[in-house]
């Protein structure tokens, strides 16, 4: 059945979520979100890691990761809900070649106001007992930061969007974005067009093909994100979520006394394939392996159990955020390679803002606009670990 919509946000993970939350608090009427799923999080966000950190190598990601911090700890403020977030703290480890880049990106942080610190090595034994840290060359530490549980995150955004009135299509898949003299004019769904000025685009893994049906070349590559969980052994304790750059790995803690942790590398695929939400055969046992070097408690861990999903990944692994070029109407929260759980907050506040307002007031979204690779200027920071972890495009670790 046809309609008019003033808003069509398309994709009902993280991203898509938080920005029809967004809009409709700022004041937006008739906002439709489309669900190509039977519910929210059944893609990249329901698979992601949960990771809420602040330690990149851009500061630009900084700032946006900073902002969003301060979403999820208001969560109850906006979203009208307990926040789905766990402040467990966030320890980044570094190999001996890396401690002076560590304490580089530590200063850079510190310096847009992010509660940060280098710690010693056994400042880390005491936060995490028995850690093995023979090849550590640096570690730093953020006490405000954690985790939070993915589908309890945006199932949470879904809830507070229709309370404001948001009307969530499930199973509805957007299969065109129409433009008419450079502009949006609506966008064909499997259940009838939807007449509308504006359309976010927060598909994840499919927003490169919507794209194109509006005549925008985004440059995204669709790759499948892995994890797993295992459970914790008798002795093991809860512990800040680790990124472990002289292993190549992530790990924090999860319900129902398990571990998760993620699996590298994020490989290319075609997200419609018959295997794209499935864990790559031999991929889970290694990257266990790799978390009981780490933690040797957890060397006696048991019924580790993996999942996988597609997501879209950009040349510098950072968001694709603002509008798109060469159409009007046309807004883009997509492209953050396993990176924008964390952000999404913040992503959508910024889309609304600049849908609504004309310009994002926390975040400087210009520095996100999909132009940037043609212009040669992508988002890379002054000091890039040698470290890099698979899969880890722009030197940056995922969750």
Not at 46 to 59: D, F, I, K, N, Q
Not at 281 to 289: D, N, S, V, Y
Not at 339 to 366: C, M, N, R, W, Y
Request: net charge neutral.
């Amino acid at each position: 059945m046809d309609q008019t919509a003033d808003v069509v946000v398309i994709g009902g993970g993280m991203l898509g979520c938080s920005t029809a939350v967004q809009l409709a608090l700022k004041g937006a009427k008739r906002i439709v979100l489309l669900e190509k799923g039977a519910q929210v999080a059944v893609g990249a966000s329901g698979a992601s890691g949960g990771l809420v950190r602040m330690h990149y190598t851009v500061p630009a990601a900084v700032s946006l990761a900073w902002r969003s911090l301060h979403l999820w700890q208001t969560w109850n403020d906006w979203v009208g809900a307990p926040s789905p977030f766990v402040n467990s703290g966030f320890v980044m480890i570094v190999g001996h070649g890396d401690g002076d880049v560590l304490r580089a990106n530590v200063r850079m942080m510190q310096g847009l106001g992010v509660d940060t610190e280098v710690i010693s090595v056994d400042d880390l034994r005491a936060l995490i007992p028995g850690i093995y840290t023979d090849d550590i060359g640096g570690v730093s530490y953020e006490p405000q930061s954690g985790y939070a549980y993915p589908v309890d995150a945006t199932q949470g955004l879904a809830n507070r969007a229709r309370a404001l009135g948001v009307e969530i299509k499930f199973n509805t898949a957007a299969t065109r974005i129409r433009t008419q003299s450079g502009r949006v004019s609506g966008v064909e769904t499997s259940a009838g067009v939807i007449t509308t000025p504006s359309v976010v685009l927060a598909a994840g893994a499919w927003a490169g093909r919507l794209a194109q049906t509006a005549g925008v070349t985004l440059p995204l590559t669709p790759r499948r994100g892995m994890a797993a969980n295992s459970g914790w052994p008798s002795g093991m304790g809860r512990h800040p979520v680790i990124i472990d750059r002289a292993l190549g790995m992530y790990t924090r803690n999860d319900r129902n006394q398990r571990n998760l942790f993620g699996i590298e590398p994020a490989l290319p695929v075609e997200p419609d394939a018959p295997d794209a939400f499935e864990l790559e055969a031999g991929r889970m046992e290694p990257a266990l392996a790799v978390i009981k070097r780490r933690l040797p408690r957890m060397a006696l861990s048991s019924d580790p159990t993996g999942w996988a999903a597609p997501e879209a990944y950009t040349p510098d692994g950072q968001v694709l955020l603002g509008l798109a070029p060469g159409v009007s109407g046309l807004y883009l929260a997509t492209g953050g390679s396993l990176t924008s759980f964390k952000t999404a907050p913040a992503i959508g506040e910024a889309v609304a803002e600049l849908l609504l307002e004309g310009q994002s007031k926390h975040v400087d979204s210009t520095l996100f606009r999909a132009t940037r690779f043609a212009e040669g200027k992508l988002l890379t920071g002054e000091h890039e670990y040698a470290s890099t972890m698979a899969g880890d495009e722009g030197k940056q670790s995922p969750g």
